[in-house]
C-alpha cells in the first residue's frame, strides 16, 4: 500500500477563497484523522471518522472549516472563506483502530495570503 | 491552555552524544504516551511508547522514562546521529488505543544532530 495520499501537497490561495483539501487512507483502515500543525499549539486534532461518519468534529475551529467522507477511500477538509490565520500544514490520518496507531500522510501545507 | 508542553523548540547535539528531549502534561488522566518523528514534508511517524503502569521503555537507541508524580518525560537518544535530525512530538491519551482515546500533542521539539 502507498500509505496516507493527501494532495495538493502545497496550496497557495487568496483570502475569502474556498480551499479543499484532499485524503485517501490506507485501503482497510476504518478510521481516518484530520490534524492541523501550527507553530504555536502543535498537532490539533479537528475531526475523525469512524466507518465513514463523523465522530468528533469539536476540534474544527470555525463554521468555515468542513469536512467529508462520502466513501472508505476519500475524504475532503474544506475552508471556506479562508483567511490567512488558516495558514498551517494540515495532516490527515487513518487506523484500524483509533488514534495510537494512526499512520500519517505527507502533509499539505497551506498558505493564505 | 496546552495540555502537554515541550517547552524547548529545538535542541542541537554531536554525534554520539546523548539527546534528551522533555515534556509536560497537565492532565492526571493522561496514561498512555508516545513520541512522534518527523522529518521535513513528511508525515509523523510513530517512534516509542509507554504506559503509566512503567517508568521506562527502551528500543534499541531510544529510551522513554516517565515520572508520573512531576507529569514528565523524556526521550533518551544514544548515540545520537545525523538521521536524528527531525522534529519530535510528544503525545498522550486517556486510555490506549480505542475510538475516543484522543491524542493530544505537544508543539514538537526540532533535534539537529551535528556531525
Known amino acids: 500500500d502507498a500509505g496516507v495520499i493527501q494532495s495538493p501537497r502545497h496550496e497557495v490561495t487568496e483570502m475569502g477563497q474556498e480551499v479543499t483539501l484532499r485524503c485517501k487512507p490506507i485501503?482497510?483502515?476504518?478510521?481516518l484523522f484530520w490534524y492541523r500543525q501550527t507553530m504555536m499549539r502543535g498537532l490539533e486534532l479537528l475531526i475523525y471518522?469512524?466507518?465513514?461518519?463523523?465522530?468528533?468534529d469539536s476540534g474544527m475551529p470555525e463554521d468555515r472549516f468542513s469536512a467529508k467522507m462520502p466513501n472508505a477511500s476519500f475524504s475532503t477538509l474544506k475552508i471556506q472563506p479562508s483567511e490567512p490565520r488558516d495558514s498551517a500544514v494540515y495532516f490527515c490520518?487513518?487506523?484500524?483502530?483509533?488514534?495510537?496507531?494512526?499512520?500519517f500522510g505527507q502533509g499539505t501545507r497551506l498558505t493564505v495570503v | 491552555d496546552q495540555q502537554v508542553k515541550q517547552n524547548s523548540p529545538s535542541l542541537s547535539v554531536q554525534e554520539g552524544r546523548i539527546s534528551i528531549l522533555n515534556c509536560d502534561y497537565t492532565?492526571?488522566?493522561?496514561?498512555?504516551f508516545l513520541w512522534y518523528k518527523k522529518y521535513p514534508a513528511e508525515g509523523p511517524t510513530f517512534l516509542i511508547s509507554?504506559?503509566?503502569?512503567?517508568d521506562k521503555n527502551e528500543d534499541g537507541r531510544f529510551t522513554v522514562f516517565l515520572n508520573k508524580s512531576a507529569k514528565h518525560l523524556s526521550l533518551h537518544i544514544v548515540p545520537s546521529q545525523p538521521g536524528d535530525s527531525a522534529v519530535y512530538f510528544c503525545?498522550?491519551?486517556?486510555?490506549?488505543?480505542?475510538?475516543?482515546?484522543?491524542?493530544?500533542f505537544g508543539t514538537g521539539t526540532l533535534l539537529a544532530v551535528q556531525p
Open positions: 490520518a487513518s487506523s484500524l483502530q483509533g488514534f495510537v496507531e494512526a499512520f
Open positions: 485501503s482497510g483502515h476504518d478510521y
Open positions: 471518522f469512524n466507518n465513514n461518519v463523523p465522530i468528533d
Open positions: 492532565n492526571s488522566m493522561f496514561d498512555y
Open positions: 509507554i504506559s503509566s503502569i512503567k
Open positions: 503525545a498522550a491519551s486517556a486510555g490506549y488505543g480505542g475510538a475516543t482515546n484522543k491524542l493530544i
